[in-house]
Each structure stands twice: as C-alpha cells, then as structure tokens.
C-alpha cells in the first residue's frame, strides 16, 4: 500500500452527541471535554495509519472559533498530515451538526503529534 494509501484508510470519523452532562455553565461543550475527544481521534487515527502502540507527545495550536451548544451533534475527522520516522501528525477538525436541521459548520481545529512506540516504551519506526 502506498503511503497516499495509508493515509486515505486511516482517516478516521467519530460522531458524538453533545448532552448537558459535558457542558459548562453557558451550556457549551467544555474545552477541556473537546480536546479530550480530540485527542482520541488522533490517537485513533495515528494507530490505523501505524499499526503500532502510539502515545501522544504533544498537541499543536487547537483553535476554538465556535462554540459547541447543547443539543448538537459533533463530528470529529481525524487526518495524518506528516509521517517521520518515528512519530506522526495528525490534524483533527470538529465539526457541528444541528440535530434538526442541515446547519453544519466547523468548530475546531488542531493538530496533535504521536509516537511510535514499542514494548519497552520506547521509539520505534513508524513505518516497519
């Protein structure tokens, strides 16, 4: 499989339902709750793409630019953007759905960078 190929098939996709249970005073989905699902995503993404155990070792710049009300639907897309030798990028767009309408616009972006590692937790190839 080439690497375009890898990188088509691990794009990953996960919808989740925005309830009162994960929102903050001004009923909006807690940042720290966005990240979190962010942060699986690319977790997700970077372990279809690999194969391999993968730990996240930091996150890029996560911009905020909507914000998430209850009683939304969210979907969050996953996409590798770099491969090194042992680590990968992965961007992940979150994106807001009504439920009862077909309103649908992005909320957030940001890019999160992993790891390859291997039983001794330590680097591996990405790509092996």
Do not use: C, W
Not at 6 to 18: G, M, P, Q
Not at 103 to 119: H, M, Q
Request: hydrophobic share 40%; aromatic share 8%.
């Amino acid at each position: 499989m080439t690497m375009e190929e890898k990188i088509l098939h691990s794009e990953t996709r996960i919808f989740k339902a925005v309830f009162p249970s994960t929102t903050n005073h001004y009923d909006t989905l807690f940042g720290g709750t966005a990240m979190s699902l962010m942060d699986e995503v690319a977790f997700i993404t970077a372990t279809r793409f690999a194969r391999k155990k993968m730990v996240t070792v930091s996150s890029g710049q996560i911009d905020f630019t909507r914000p998430i009300p209850a009683g939304t639907i969210v979907e969050l897309i996953g996409k590798v953007t770099e491969v090194g030798n042992t680590s990968l990028k992965v961007l992940v767009e979150l994106y807001i759905e009504e439920m009862y309408s077909d309103s649908r616009e992005k909320a957030i972006s940001g890019t999160f960078s992993l790891v390859a590692i291997g039983d001794d937790k330590h680097p591996v190839p990405v790509n092996s």
